[in-house]
C-alpha cells in the first residue's frame, strides 16, 4: 500500500458514511488477488486504474478482489472502492441523547492501531505505512478538520467539501 484517499460524505443523522476509498498499490511479488481489511460495509464496486471492474467477494470482515491479471513488483495499480458503511469502530459518531440532550454533533475518527478497517478497506496493520488524502463532505452547518494541508474547500447552500 503506498497511498490512500477517501472521498466520502458522511450522514451524522444515521452514523453512516459513504464514498470510495482510491488504494495505491505496489506489488512486492507477484498479484493476482489482493485482501484487505474490511468490517460493518456494504462494497458496491471495485474498478481497476479508473478502468475496469473487477470481481470481489465480501465475506464478514474481509474483501477478497481478483486481479485481472497478474501484476509484478514493477506495477502500480489503484484500486477504487464504492462503498456505504455504519461503522461501529474507528470512526464515532456523537450526537445529542436523553442524558445529555445539548451534546454537541461530532463525527471523529480514532483508527489506530487496527480500528480503521471499521470505516474504510484497507490493509489495516500498524506496521504497514501509506500516505494519505481526505476528500470530505459534509452538511453545511459543519466543519471538516484533518491533519495535513487543506488543498481546496468548497460550499454550497447544503453541503460542504474539503480537500
Known sequence: MRHVKLELELDE???RIEGWARLGL???????????DAVDREVRRVVLNGKR???FAAPPDT????LDR???STSVLELAIEYAAQPQKGLFFVRPDRAYPRKPWQVWSQGES???RHWFPCWDLPNDKAT???VIT???RFTALSNGRLISATHDRRRRTRT
Not at 474483501?63 to 481478483?66: A, G, P, R
Open 13 to 15: 443523522r444515521r452514523g
Open 26 to 36: 505496489h506489488p512486492i511479488h507477484e498479484l493476482s488477488r489482493v485482501e484487505l
Open 53 to 55: 471492474e473487477l470481481e
Open 63 to 66: 474483501l477478497f478482489i481478483t
Open 70 to 72: 497478474a501484476y509484478g
Open 114 to 116: 487496527e480500528d480503521n
Open 132 to 134: 494519505s488524502e481526505l
Open 138 to 140: 459534509v452538511r453545511d
